[in-house]
Every structure is written in C-alpha cells, then in structure tokens.
C-alpha cells in the first residue's frame, strides 16, 4: 500500500537473506518501474549505529527476522512508532 501511494520506502536488508527482496524489486520493475524507483536498499549488521538511525527515522517498522532480531528493533523504536514484526 505504501509504494501504491508513492511513497519511498527503505529496506535494510538482512545480512541473512536478501535475494528474496531484490528479486522482488526486480519484477516489480519490470511491471512498473517508477513504483520500484520507490524503493532504497542496503545492507549493514544490525547492530550498526545506522540501524538506530534509520528507526528514529521512519514513520513505521516493519521488521522480519528471529525473535531476537524483532525484539532488538523493539527496544530502539521511540514510543508511540509503530512496529510491525
């Protein structure tokens, strides 16, 4: 819905497993690439400064991963942001 909407959305990869979204983006670009123009990737440990950085920065999280990873995405994102995990 996000993308629908034209609005840019951030995917911090995980270090894991990243084909699955970048085969996405990459179909999503054949069917319309202005939508996947929408979309920024990178990939960094979670444990970076850059991932507090992009959660105080978000309107909201979406998150998927261990129950480590969502918990850990938990404790950096201010009150009141919503997280989806």
Do not use: N
């Amino acid at each position: 819905a996000t993308l629908s909407a034209g609005v840019p959305v951030f995917v911090k990869l995980s270090s894991d497993e990243s084909l699955w979204t970048r085969l996405f983006v990459e179909a999503l670009a054949e069917a319309d690439p202005e939508i996947a123009g929408l979309v920024e990737m990178d990939i960094w440990p979670g444990e970076d400064a850059r991932t507090a950085e992009l959660v105080e920065a978000a309107d909201a999280i979406v998150a998927y991963g261990s129950d480590a990873t969502v918990e850990a995405l938990r404790g950096l994102t201010p009150p009141g942001k919503p997280l989806y995990g």
